[in-house]
């Protein structure tokens, strides 16, 4: 079966500081694409930063950046310089090759104190 | 450029009811996905569209149901809501049949109770 675990239900942040959301996965696939969402209390989701499997370089996008452990199957993000609007539920998700169908896991609720 | 938009937002059902969501994808975008999203089971994924032909499909009932039209706007109707059918629904649009680089644009969901 195809999973998606994040262990930390909630979390929480000082403004200014990192924090770390973990992600492990379950596939047999050799080829997908790993997520992070943002749904922020206002529920549209948007993405934060994808992985493609094949690639070894950890992604970067500003101030978010992924630990990609293909081997351990763990997908993390890190989340540098917290601002209060990154307080949001955080998804991770992975798509199987070309099936359309995104897996997500249970979500971390993050919440950023000033 | 405007965004996924669905409609209802809200809507209130009692048990037996039927019920009809509808989704307009970005301009442009052929694929559309939906996704029921509750507490306790999370996100799962209802089924994919692309060119008015279901490509993918989640483990729902055949209670759940949807298609597309020529204009790439999409519904989903479920019959004889149950009580567990309360959830957000969530629509996905892409440019591309089964989104292989993942990019997904959400719309805001509409929210469904069942009495």
């Known amino acids: 079966a195809q999973t998606v675990t994040q262990s930390q239900p909630e979390m929480s942040v000082q403004e200014a500081e990192t924090v770390t959301l973990s992600c492990t996965y379950d596939?047999?696939?050799?080829?997908?694409?790993l997520f992070w969402y943002k749904q922020p209390p206002s529920r549209q989701m948007i993405l934060v930063i994808r992985q493609e499997a094949y690639k070894q370089q950890n992604a970067t996008e500003n101030r978010f950046s992924v630990n990609f452990q293909k081997a351990a199957k763990s997908f993390s993000l890190k989340i540098s310089d917290s601002q209060l609007g990154d307080t949001a539920m955080y998804f991770c998700a992975f798509i199987p090759s070309n099936t359309g169908k995104l897996i997500f896991g249970q979500g971390t609720t993050l919440q950023v104190k000033p | 450029k405007a965004g996924v938009t669905q409609t209802p937002r809200y809507l209130i059902k009692t048990r037996g009811q039927q019920v009809t969501l509808s989704c307009s994808p970005i301009s442009g975008h052929r694929s559309v996905s939906w996704y029921q999203q509750t507490p306790g089971q999370g996100l799962q994924f209802l089924f994919e569209y692309f060119s008015e032909t279901q490509r993918n499909k989640g483990n729902f009932p055949g209670r759940f149901s949807g298609r597309q039209f020529s204009n790439s706007r999409s519904e989903m109707n479920v019959s004889t809501l149950e009580l567990g059918d309360s959830a957000l629904y969530l629509c996905?649009?892409?440019?591309?049949?089964?989104?292989?680089?993942?990019?997904?644009?959400f719309g805001e969901g509409s929210r469904l109770t069942v009495l």
């Open positions: 596939t047999s696939e050799n080829n997908y694409y």
């Open positions: 996905a649009s892409s440019s591309v049949a089964g989104a292989p680089g993942g990019e997904l644009f």
